[in-house]
Every structure is written in C-alpha cells, then in structure tokens.
C-alpha cells in the first residue's frame, strides 16, 4: 500500500465517524491551540522589548555610556546600588575624550536628561516633561524624525541657543489649539522658543515618549538636567554590527584610563547596549517560551491515550477487515502502515486546527488586553511535528496488534 492510498483510507474513516474523530483529535488540538497561543504571546513580548524598549531608548547599533545601568530587568540588591553609587560621574570631560578616540564614521551624541516641570502662557499648568539637554547628532543616532518645523543645527548647539524640539503630547498639554512653532515654552522660568514637534512615539511600559523636548546641550538646558555635575550618558552608534565589539573595546580601555583603574579592578562604569541591557529578558524569555511547550505536552500526553483507545477500539471493530486484507495479500507492514498513517493523520489534522485557534486567541487576547501577539513560524513547525509525533507513537501499539493478527481468525469475527 503507498502512502499516499494510507493516508486516502485515513480520511475516508475520519469522513464516516465523525464523532469518534472528533474526540480522537480534542486533545491534540487543545494542547496544540495553547502551544501557539503562548509562544506567540511570549514572542510578542519579546518584540516589543526588544524593538519598541530598547529600540527607541538606545538606538541601533548604539552603545551607551553611563555610570550605571539605565534598563535593568534583573533584581538588584542594595549592595549593588550602593556600590553604583559611589562610582565617579561621568563629566562632559569624558564625553569629548570620547568622541575624540572614536574612528571615523563613528556616531557621537552627549544625551543629558531629567524630569522638570515645563509652563506655557497658553495653558495652566501641565505634566512634567522628560527634558533632554543634547547635541544634534542625538536626532540622527535615535532616528527622531520632526512633523512640523525643525530639529537644532551644530550651531545652535555651539552658540547656547535656547530653543527646543517637543513631543506631541507636549504640544497637547502647552498648545492647545495652537501652531506651537515660533512660541515659547518656559523651563525653570527661561524661555526656549519651539522650533520643531516630533512625529508620535507612543509609551513604552508606561513611559511616554511623546512627553519629551530636546533642547541644545550648550543651551540653558543643562542647568536643569544637572550635566555639569553628573552626565546621564553618552551615546555612541557604530557604522554597522561588526564594529561594535572594537568601538566598545576603545571607549572601555580610554574609560579605564582615566578613571585611574588597576588590571585587577572592575569597571566602574558600565557600556549600555540592546543585548547588554536585554539579557536579563532573554533568561526569563527562555522560561517563558520552556513553559509555554512544556504545559500544552500534557494536553498532547492526554490526547495521545486517547488517540491510542480509539485505534484499539478501531481494531476491534476491524478485525474482519484486516482478515479479508490478509487474505487478499496485504502484508503484516501493510496493515501496520494503513493504522499509523491513520493515527498520524488524525493527529496532524488536530493539530492544523489547533494551529487555527491558537493564532485566532493569540490574537482576541492580545485585542483585550495589553499583550502583544507575535506568531513564531517555528512553533506552527513544532506544532505540526508534535501533531504527527503524537499520532505516530499513540498508534504504534494498536496498529502492531493489528498487524499480528491471525487473518484466519480474524475472518472469523463478526
């Protein structure tokens, strides 16, 4: 018998008992439904920590020098706090100590940022803003990109000028109604005139990003955020991937030099990057996606016993059946072939539906509610082997039995 005939007799018994297949492949397509319902969650997350968290905080191909970490999802002990603060301030000294070391082609900004209290004349009162006192090649290394006016040029930033480029939710709360280019928003009582509103952004894990300006680092602005006594950064892009590990080598080893530290020492300040700042994530990212397969299996382990009854049972109701095969010449393989494909496809056919309900919830969950929802190609790829897997090993023991049938006997069964 060819497969592909085995597989023909497989559907022809799932068309004629309906009902037995149905609860045949429950289990299956239960355990497989969860399975990608999970993993889809978890990789949904896992894009948006990845992209839209790290991503929009640190750029591509960026790393950042701070004295301590920015984005931390691991625990932190008061013991490591303590110790991070009594590290050395990052100066605006170190800044242009680094930008001069870099290679060409290398991006360089000074990113300086604080929560303060923000006024405008066109409105009473308002939230306060995440300011950001920075040079002009911040826009191009965070891929900031304005809707309306400008961002500040070198010169600006040289010459102090006090001007300032909003988010939109800025622009909401200061300017109602209003063209906020040309105006003024006040900082500290000092006005900085708008000369640019930044394209949406939206929140990331509560934070709007929407809710900053960006004003020049030689501005008055770094009076408010505090550059003078400690930076909050310095950030650095490589021209691309590969040059990443040497830049971060050259800003370490400069780092180090004048920080006075011994071989012997530890680093007392740390190079911030998506992987760095992401490795925590991708520890629990492992448990996650550990647990989002381990579970369904028991969804799968139940539909496999169950898949097994019904082949014995199906055996039993065909056992005249396989005598008259027998007799006419089918092969002790033969029958054990037509039974596993049989189960097999039972099994995989569960599994395509299960695949169908695991997108579909995956998606109504992460419409009624804030998870996010991203289909991992290879979990459809697990699910369809775990779908045949199970078939397959649930009917080996039934389809034997079938095969060692005495076709004499069996001819005798009504």
């Known amino acids: 018998m060819s497969f592909y005939e085995a597989i023909r007799l497989a559907l022809a018994q799932i068309r004629v008992q309906k009902l037995k297949s149905f609860f045949t492949l429950l289990g299956v397509t239960i355990g497989v439904m969860f399975l990608i319902a999970v993993v889809s969650i978890v990789q949904g997350m896992s894009n948006y920590v990845e992209d839209a968290f790290a991503g929009k905080f640190l750029g591509v191909n960026t790393a950042y020098l701070r004295k301590f970490p920015d984005i931390n999802t691991g625990n932190v002990t008061e013991a490591q706090w303590r110790e991070w603060q009594r590290r050395p301030p990052i100066t605006i000294a170190d800044a242009y100590a680094v930008r001069d070391a870099l290679p060409a082609g290398t991006g360089w900004a000074i990113d300086d940022v604080r929560w303060i209290n923000a006024q405008s004349k066109y409105a009473n009162g308002g939230p306060q803003v ?71 952004q939206g929140t990331v894990f509560g934070v709007p990003l929407d809710r900053q300006i960006f004003a020049p680092f030689h501005s008055p602005m770094q009076r408010f955020t505090g550059a003078r006594i400690n930076l909050a950064g310095v950030t650095v892009q490589a021209p691309n991937p590969a040059a990443m590990a040497d830049i971060q080598e050259t800003i370490s080893e400069l780092m180090r030099r004048r920080h006075k530290l011994h071989p012997a020492q530890p680093d007392d300040f740390v190079l911030e990057t998506s992987a760095s700042a992401l490795s925590a994530w991708d520890t629990i990212k492992s448990y996650l996606v550990m647990a989002g397969i381990f579970l369904p299996a028991i969804g ?71 998870l996010p929802s991203s289909v991992a190609l290879w979990s459809v790829g697990v699910a369809i082997v775990l779908g045949a897997g199970v078939g397959i090993l649930a009917g080996i023991y039934p389809a034997s039995r079938a095969s060692r049938l005495d076709p004499i006997v069996a001819l005798r069964a009504e």
């Open 130 to 200: 995440m300011a950001h006192a920075s040079t002009s090649q911040l826009f191009a290394i965070k891929d900031l990109n304005v809707t309306e006016g400008r961002v500040f040029s070198d010169e600006e930033d040289q010459l102090g000028a006090p001007v300032v480029v909003i988010g939109t939710e800025v622009r909401q709360f200061f300017f109602p109604n209003l063209d906020p280019v040309g105006r003024d928003l006040k900082i500290g009582g000092l006005p900085f005139r708008v000369i640019g509103v930044l394209e949406k």
């Open 300 to 370: 799968l382990v139940v539909g496999a016993i169950v898949i097994m009854n019904i082949m014995l049972v199906a055996v039993a109701e065909r056992t005249r059946e396989i005598g008259i095969r027998k007799s006419l010449g089918a092969r002790r393989r033969d029958i054990l072939a037509q039974f596993l494909v049989e189960a097999a496809t039972l099994s995989t056919f569960g599994a395509a539906i299960g695949i169908g309900l695991g997108i579909g919830l995956s998606k109504f969950i992460a419409a009624v509610s804030p």
